[in-house]
C-alpha cells in the first residue's frame, strides 16, 4: 500500500491523510467561521445592502454627470427693481464748454444765491467775482468775472489802472464813474456786464462778466444713446429751458430749430423739425437701477407722469411693441420701479424630474448626486473613526491587562476620566468653535473625525483589557514568557489576535453607531459643511417646514440610506457574532 493511499479502519471507515483537502473542515476555522455566517439570511442581506451603499457612493459619484457643488439655474420672470426716481430739490448745474464750476462756486451758489431769492446777486468763490441772474423761479445764468484792473475814486477824479493787453471804451469808462456816483456794485456797457469790487479804502477791482454756465431744477432725458452728445450741451440746454420758461414752443440752439411740447412749468418734451422726439424736460429724476439699461425719454416721462399723478402702477410699451406693466413703490424719498424681467434664478427646491431625479435642494443642487458624494463621507467617518477607536482601545487595554497591578488601575482611571466627559455636549461644543473660527470645511472633516475617535475608544479598552486579563494566564502565554519573547510582542503578536473576533464583531457593530453620530451632529449644523455633504447635513434642509411638508425628496431618501446602512453593519455584526460563537447550535 502506498503512503498517500488512504487506510481502512476497523469500522469500515476511511482514514484521511493530514494533506488530503478533505480534512478542511475540520482544520480551518476560518472556513467553519464563513459557513456559519452565510447561513445567516439576515447576515447576507446586510453584506448585500453595505455592498450596494459603497457601490452608490463611491462608484455613483464617479459615473453623475454633475459636481457635488454644482448649482443649477433656471430662466424665469422675477419682479425686480428697473429704476428709480426722485422729485429734484436741488439745482443742477450745467457750464459753458471750457468752464469748470467748482465745489465750492456751488456750494456757495445754493448758500448765497438759493436763499436770497434776488433778481441779480453777486458772490465770489475761489476768489472769482460770480454774477448769478434770475430767468424765473429755480433757473439761474451764472457769469464769472474777468478781472481787467483796479479803480480807485479820489474826490471827483476817477483813476482807471488796466491790466496788460486790456482795454476799455470810452463809454465803458464813463459806465465806471456813474456806477461809483451811483454806488452800484454791477453796470452795463457795449452789451458788457461789468462788476467793481471794493476793496481798501475806496479803491475796487473792475472785472468783466462772462456767461459761464446755468442753474436750473430740471433734468434733461435723451430720446436715444445717440442724442447723449447733444443733451448735455450748454447752448441746447439753455436754449430749451429758456424757451420753455418763456412759454415759448420753440428754440433756437447752434442755428438749428427745436419744437418744445410743453406739458405744464415742469414738464416739456423737445422734438427736431421732424416731430422725432430728441429729449425729455423734468423735474423728476429717473435712473436706472443696473448701469447697462437706458432709460428711453418716453420711459421717464411716463415714470414722471405716474408719479405726478400719485399712481402706483402704469403700463407702458417698449421699443419692441411689447406692452409692459410696471409697478411703483415709495422708499423714503425716492420711487423704485419695478416689472417684471427674465432673468436666471437658482433651481431651489424644484420636484424630481428626468434630468434630477430626486429634485434640487435648497442650494440648487443636485440630490442625488450629493447623496452619493454624501455617502462617502458618512461611510469615511465611520470606518476612520471606527479604526481609530480600536487603534487607542487596543494599545491602552492590551498594556493595562497585561501588566494589571498599578499600571491597570492607573490606565483604568483613565477611562473613567474620558467616560464621564458627555460625549455630544463635547461634540457641539467643539462645532460652534470651529464654526467661530470659520475652520476650512476639509480640515474640519478631519479635526471631527479626530474628536470623534479621541472620544470613543473606551469602551474598546474596556472589552480588551478584560479578554486580556483571561488569557495571559493560559499556558501558551506561559510559554512565551519561558522562550523569553518581548513584552510587546506577547501583547500584540499573541494576546490581542485573541482578542480579534471579538473586536470585529464589535467594531462592525458600532459603525453603526459612529454614522449616526456623524449625521446628528450634520443635522445640528455642527458637522460637515458646505460645499462638502454628508446624509446628516443633507436632511438638515428638512428642519424648515416648507421641506417637511412639500419637498420629500430632500429628507427622505437621506434618511432611508442612513437607516439601512445602519442596519446593514447591525445585520453583519449579527452575523459575525454567531459565527464566531462556538457555542451557538446551528
Known amino acids: 500500500m502506498s503512503e498517500k493511499e488512504p487506510k481502512k479502519t476497523m469500522a469500515n471507515e476511511e482514514e484521511l491523510a493530514l494533506d488530503d483537502g478533505r480534512r478542511v473542515k475540520v482544520l480551518s476555522p476560518g472556513m467553519m467561521v464563513f459557513k456559519r455566517f452565510i447561513r445567516n439570511r439576515l447576515a447576507i442581506v446586510g453584506i448585500c445592502t453595505l455592498i450596494f451603499m459603497f457601490v452608490f457612493s463611491f462608484i455613483g459619484g464617479l459615473v453623475s454627470p454633475y459636481r457635488q457643488d454644482q448649482v443649477f439655474y433656471k430662466v424665469d420672470n422675477a419682479n425686480k427693481e428697473y429704476a428709480s426716481a426722485i422729485i429734484n430739490s436741488d439745482y443742477r448745474f450745467t457750464a459753458v464748454e471750457g468752464e469748470v464750476l467748482t465745489p465750492m462756486t456751488r456750494a456757495t451758489f445754493n448758500g448765497q444765491v438759493k436763499s436770497s431769492g434776488a433778481d441779480e446777486t453777486v458772490f465770489t468763490a475761489d476768489g472769482v467775482t460770480y454774477t448769478a441772474k434770475k430767468i424765473d423761479d429755480g433757473f439761474y445764468i451764472l457769469s464769472a468775472g474777468k478781472t481787467l484792473g483796479t479803480v480807485a475814486q479820489l474826490g471827483k477824479i476817477v483813476d482807471i489802472n488796466l491790466e496788460p493787453d486790456t482795454e476799455l471804451t470810452d463809454e465803458a469808462r464813463k459806465a465806471v464813474q456813474q456806477a461809483l456816483r451811483n454806488g452800484e456794485g454791477s453796470f452795463t456797457a457795449d452789451g458788457v456786464s461789468y462788476t467793481l469790487t471794493r476793496g481798501v479804502g475806496k ?37 430749451c429751458e429758456t424757451a420753455m420758461h418763456r412759454g415759448e414752443t420753440t428754440a433756437v440752439a447752434d442755428g438749428i430749430t427745436y419744437t418744445l411740447d410743453v406739458q405744464d412749468e415742469n414738464n416739456a418734451v423737445v422734438l427736431d423739425a421732424g416731430g422725432k422726439e430728441i429729449a425729455g424736460i423734468s423735474n423728476i429724476i429717473v435712473n436706472p437701477v443696473n448701469n447697462g439699461i437706458f432709460l428711453t425719454a418716453d420711459y421717464r416721462a411716463a415714470v414722471s407722469e405716474a408719479i405726478s399723478e400719485r399712481r402706483t402702477a402704469f403700463d407702458y410699451i417698449n421699443s419692441e411693441g411689447v406692452p409692459e406693466h410696471h409697478t411703483i413703490q415709495m422708499r423714503g424719498s425716492n420711487y423704485i420701479v419695478f416689472t417684471q424681467q427674465q432673468t436666471y434664478l437658482i433651481d431651489m427646491y424644484s420636484p424630481p424630474s428626468a434630468a434630477h431625479p430626486l429634485g434640487t435642494d435648497d442650494h440648487g443642487m443636485d440630490v442625488l448626486t450629493r447623496l452619493m458624494y454624501g455617502g462617502r463621507i458618512s461611510l469615511m467617518v465611520g470606518f476612520i473613526v471606527m479604526i481609530l477607536e480600536n487603534i487607542i482601545g487596543i494599545i491602552i487595554g492590551g498594556v493595562s491587562g497585561y501588566f494589571g497591578g498599578w499600571v491597570d488601575t492607573l490606565l483604568m482611571r483613565f477611562v473613567d476620566l474620558f467616560n464621564s466627559i458627555p460625549y455630544y455636549p463635547m461634540m457641539i461644543i467643539a462645532g460652534a468653535i470651529m464654526d467661530s473660527f470659520e475652520v476650512d470645511p476639509y480640515i474640519r472633516l478631519y479635526m471631527m473625525m479626530a474628536i470623534m475617535g479621541i472620544m470613543g475608544w473606551t469602551g474598546v479598552a474596556r472589552v480588551v483589557r478584560g479578554q486580556i486579563l483571561s488569557l495571559r494566564e493560559q499556558d501558551f502565554m506561559v510559554a512565551t514568557e519561558a522562550t523569553g519573547i518581548p513584552v510587546s510582542r506577547r501583547i500584540f503578536r499573541h494576546l490581542v489576535p485573541n482578542v480579534m473576533p471579538l473586536l470585529i464583531v464589535q467594531a462592525t457593530m458600532g ?69 464566531f460563537d462556538p457555542k451557538m447550535k446551528r
Open 203 to 239: 479803491n475796487y477791482t473792475l472785472s468783466s462778466m462772462v456767461e459761464v454756465g446755468m442753474v436750473s431744477m430740471l433734468n434733461f432725458d435723451p430720446h436715444d444713446p445717440s442724442y447723449t452728445g447733444l443733451v448735455s450741451g450748454y447752448e441746447f440746454r439753455k436754449a
Open 511 to 579: 459603525l453603526g453607531s459612529i454614522i449616526l453620530a456623524e449625521a446628528t451632529l450634520s443635522f445640528l449644523g455642527l458637522g460637515i459643511k458646505y460645499p462638502l455633504a454628508s446624509w446628516g447635513s443633507i436632511i438638515n434642509s428638512s428642519s424648515n417646514i416648507y421641506v417637511m411638508t412639500n419637498c420629500w425628496y430632500l429628507w427622505i431618501p437621506a434618511g432611508l440610506l442612513i437607516v439601512l446602512t445602519v442596519l446593514g453593519f447591525n445585520f453583519v455584526g449579527d452575523g459575525l457574532r454567531d459565527a
